[in-house]
């Protein structure tokens, strides 16, 4: 081989590679992330590959590979693979999270980052505690539409940070074209799964032969993908034409660009859509994973209402600016993006030239995957790595700090999520302010007896608890007042 051998892997079938094995793995119940460690250990190597139908994908098990090549040579280590059916087929590309790495991603990322990066964020700091109020009364109700609460409020606060969406028939019709439009993702269940991803001259099959379901399924749900990227999109120019917009990113940046709009309209409206795919089902899974978390160990729920009422006291909400003052709350949801992160690969990366790493050669065209799962539970970087322990991120006599995961939660390099600071605040008000005012507790089952918390989490591309029911019972007749009012006084 030119640049020397390929990093070590299994090698499977000449030709297929590990076609049936990979195609296996996507319903087996040992899950992928923890595949690649084990072929970490067996071929002694934190740097792993194998390739499917000549297609390579490389897999960075350690800290120290992705800091070497994801970022320090991010250069050539940021495209992001040729997704043939979701983007070729299926329309995707608008997506930020599926461009291609060029100026035209560049435009796009540096347009979302001005609204997403930690100065800015501070100004949705309103919009995050309507939609914890809004949140209270939902949770003393129904507690068991949980999900579904967490769910709007996720998703409230990026439309409204996007599009300026108040009203709950605008969340609804959008948060619907979503559902409908990722489950078609989901269905094509990631790259590889279909063989244009292979072999893209598949593409251009006529859409009538009797191999081409494909085809004709993908150009149906790219109906879906395309009505996501410009029905909320029509709807907000209409109004910003009608001058009876709520003040917000997209309306911001028409006024912007209002001498541009030919080259700027896209980039406005594609980020606008990218926002709210990328943040609002991962929000989710943080927040219902914190409060499984804390129901499962009720022991850390007691320390940090303590730490809340020592600091705060009990006639008023946590708030963001109380965050340094309760580390001990505020690391609830560090840990629980370390012990169980949101996505346990990152997105994957793709090489656009040809590399030699520790005398391995990764050639240009190769996809690149940081297992994020490995390094957070790394025990030389988390001593036990498997006990949920929020102390870990907390300062404290002869204690050091462990590093803190959204070096690595959020993926990498130049790719790294731009939309963490938002997600951060968003969870961490959430949970302080349920934990200031209630007790998280096993929900009943008919006898009154409660029923066990298990922490079980899906295994897909956003990682989420499996659906699970809790009750929220308020600390006292003060802290009912406070989910009352929230922060509407
Ligand atoms: C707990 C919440 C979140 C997690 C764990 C998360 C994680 C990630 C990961 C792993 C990636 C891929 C990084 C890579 O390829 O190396 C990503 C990309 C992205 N995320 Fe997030 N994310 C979260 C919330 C958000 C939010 C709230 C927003 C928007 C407001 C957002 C916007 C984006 C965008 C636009 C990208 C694509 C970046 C690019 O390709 O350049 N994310 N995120």
Redesign the pocket.
């Known amino acids: 081989r030119r640049g020397g051998p390929l990093p070590p892997g299994p090698k499977g079938l000449p030709f297929v590679g590990l076609l049936f094995e990979f195609k296996a793995w996507a319903t087996s119940s040992k899950p992928k992330w923890k595949r690649y460690c084990e072929m970490s250990e067996k071929y002694n190597s934190d740097v792993v590959s194998f390739q499917v139908l000549g297609d390579r994908t490389v897999v960075l098990n350690s800290v120290k590979a992705t800091t070497d090549l994801?970022e320090k040579r991010s250069s050539i280590y940021s495209d992001?693979p040729p997704l043939h059916m979701v983007d070729g087929l299926m329309g995707w590309t608008f997506?930020?999270?599926?461009?291609r790495y060029n100026d035209k991603?560049r435009l796009?990322?540096k347009t979302?980052h001005q609204y997403?990066q930690p100065r800015s964020v501070p100004q949705y700091y309103p919009f995050e505690r309507t939609a914890v109020t809004a949140l209270f009364p939902k949770l003393l109700e129904k507690p068991d539409d949980l999900r579904a609460h967490i769910k709007t409020l996720?998703s409230s606060l990026?439309l409204r940070?996007?599009y300026g969406f108040t009203t709950e028939e605008e969340n609804e019709y959008f948060v619907a074209l979503v559902d409908r439009a990722f489950g078609t993702i989901l269905d094509v269940g990631g790259r590889g799964n279909y063989l244009v991803d292979y072999f893209p001259l598949l593409k251009s099959i006529p859409t009538w032969l009797p191999g081409a379901a494909f085809k004709r399924k993908a150009l149906r749900w790219r109906e879906y993908s395309q009505e996501l990227r410009d029905g909320p999109w029509k709807m907000i120019r209409k109004s910003h034409a009608e001058g009876t917009a709520v003040h917000c990113f997209a309306t911001e940046n028409m006024d912007k660009f209002s001498g541009e709009m030919d080259e700027m309209e896209e980039i406005i409206r594609n980020?606008s859509a990218?926002?709210?795919?990328?943040?609002?089902d991962?929000?989710v899974?943080?927040i219902l994973s914190s409060i499984l978390l804390l129901m499962y160990y009720p022991e850390v729920q007691k320390r940090a209402q303590a730490e809340i009422d020592a600091v705060i006291g009990d006639s008023r909400l946590p708030d963001h600016s109380d965050r340094e003052r309760i580390p001990y709350t505020a690391a609830i949801i560090t840990e629980a993006?370390r012990i169980y992160?949101?996505?346990r690969l990152?997105?994957?990366?793709y090489t656009t030239e040809d590399d030699i790493y520790e005398g391995h050669f990764i050639p240009k065209g190769t996809a690149v995957l940081?297992n994020?799962w490995a390094i957070l539970h790394d025990e030389s970087i988390y001593p036990d790595p498997y006990k949920f322990d929020p102390e870990r991120f907390v300062e404290g006599e002869g204690r050091t700090v462990q590093p803190h995961p959204k070096t690595w939660?959020?993926?990498?390099?130049?790719?790294?999520?731009?939309?963490?600071w938002?997600?951060?605040d968003?969870?961490y008000l959430t949970i302080a302010c349920i934990l200031a005012t209630c007790h998280i507790k096993c929900a009943l089952d008919e006898n009154g007896n409660e029923i066990p918390a298990k922490l079980e989490y899906t295994q897909g591309l956003i990682n989420h608890p499996k659906p699970y029911r809790a009750r929220f019972v308020p600390r006292s007749a003060k802290a009912l007042n406070l989910m009352k009012q929230g922060f509407e006084h």
């Open positions: 994801l992001r997506d930020i999270n599926h461009m991603w796009h990322r979302f997403f996720a990026v940070v996007t980020c990218s926002a709210y795919l990328a943040g609002s991962t929000t899974g943080l993006l992160p949101i996505g990152s997105f994957p990366h940081g994020i939660a959020f993926g990498f390099g130049r790719r790294i999520c731009p939309g963490r938002f997600a951060l968003t969870a």
